[in-house]
């Protein structure tokens, strides 16, 4: 088949890759231990359920604008500004089918081939993809674990170059947790306005932050607006993954520019997830800090379980709900001695045939040598999971 050269540039995401696979599995009846998928396994809280059954009942069920209903967007603004201190108008936002949507979309409109995209590294796999089919080229900019994975200022100067237009900070990080400090984050802030570069920052996990860490919008700093774009998103927050809301606040006139867009391409996001979504934004939050709370209860466990299993080393995540175990010692050349796989992929493989533990390899995160294990799963699960994780280590170990 004759393809586009734009669709050649990008690969399936390796994340639902793995999924899939797990997913076929499953379906035989196997059981895995399952730390692939990057979505809260809670369920959507009921009030916000509730709201969307009313919308049906109510027939809200036409084309609503394209840009999504006012109510929402005037209710993003007021959330975003009371949540995170911005200071934003409804002619600055639109509502989009997901936060990935949103990030596509600016992508779209802002650059085009012979752009530089910054892409701080561990990174989620949607962003280089992305930035290929706009014609643009991903610069990555390495992370440090010792640093926690997370960006600094001086390092996104040194990548800047006369044809760099865009930054994509994602704090929390998807895979490493890495959180940006709002001090460094203002640093970077103002080193994009001096090159004159965008900001965009991939808000999606926000409101899952351990201490101290606390929720930041880099759209909280004075004078913003002209270089910073912020990505916000239902899915993880309000466990919202399926309904596919998200939204993007800027300057009046990229919002107008992705209003087009959009009008020429999924026109406006479900009518009725919206108004689950204005729920989501003026209802009840009680559910967000019920969740965090389990999930720190999950990475304390996960943490500790996977430093416990020998050649194994793990940062702590500052936020999001995934860890992200440096593995290289059992891979090729390293320091084990008598590497169990070529790569991270490979070794998320035979985790995945061997031991039913079903996580990703960092490959497509940018990071050989890792591994990423989303902890959005059990207590129960997370043990049984460590337990599969230890007795493969270590039949390894004892056969070497
Ligand atoms: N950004 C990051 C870093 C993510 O991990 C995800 C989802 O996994 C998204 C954006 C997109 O989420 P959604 O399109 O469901 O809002």
């Known amino acids: 088949m004759q393809l586009t050269d734009r669709i050649k540039r990008i690969q399936i995401s390796p994340t639902a890759a793995v999924i899939a696979e797990a997913d076929r599995l499953k379906s035989q009846g196997v059981d895995i231990a399952d730390f692939g998928p990057g979505e809260p396994d809670f369920p959507t809280p009921d009030h916000i359920k509730k709201a969307a059954i009313r919308a049906i009942e109510a027939n809200k069920s036409k084309y609503t604008p394209t840009g999504g209903i006012m ?81 600094k200022a001086a390092a996104i100067e040194k990548a800047i170059t006369p044809k760099t237009k865009l930054l994509i900070l994602n704090s929390p990080s998807n895979p490493s947790g890495g959180v940006v400090p709002p001090d460094e984050y203002e640093r970077i802030l103002a080193i994009c306005k001096k090159h004159n570069v965008w900001l965009m920052g991939d808000e999606c996990y926000s409101h899952f932050t351990y201490e101290p860490h606390k929720p930041f919008s880099i759209a909280s700093a004075a004078d913003s607006k002209n270089n910073v774009i912020v990505i916000g998103s239902m899915s993880k927050t309000f466990a919202m993954t399926g309904w596919r809301i998200g939204y993007v606040l800027g300057s009046a006139d990229l919002i107008q520019a992705l209003t087009k867009l959009q009008s020429q391409s999924t026109s406006n996001p479900t009518s009725i997830a919206q108004y689950a979504a204005l729920e989501a934004m003026t209802g009840s939050m009680d559910s967000v800090p019920q969740m965090l709370a389990e999930y720190a209860k999950r990475r304390r466990r996960i943490v500790d379980g996977l430093r416990a299993i020998p050649g194994v080393t793990c940062v702590e995540p500052g936020g999001a709900f995934y860890a992200f175990p440096n593995v290289s010692a059992h891979l090729a050349g390293g320091s084990s001695g008598h590497a169990i796989a070529k790569d991270s992929s490979e070794l998320a493989k035979l985790l995945l045939d061997r031991a039913r533990v079903a996580l990703v390899g960092g490959e497509g995160f940018g990071a050989p040598g890792y591994l990423r294990l989303s902890y959005a799963t059990s207590i129960e699960r997370i043990d049984e999971g460590l337990r599969r994780l230890e007795r493969f280590f270590s039949r390894v170990e004892a056969a070497a």
């Open 71 to 151: 109510p929402l967007r005037e209710a993003i603004c007021a959330w975003h500004k009371r949540e995170l201190g911005s200071n934003y108008a409804a002619k600055e936002c639109i509502v989009s089918v997901g936060g990935k949507h949103g990030i596509f979309n600016v992508v779209s409109v802002l650059v085009q081939a012979g752009d530089e995209v910054i892409i701080p590294a561990p990174y989620w796999v949607s962003f280089p993809d992305i930035v290929k089919y706009a014609g643009a080229t991903p610069v990555y900019v390495q992370t440090r674990p010792e640093d926690g994975f997370s960006v």
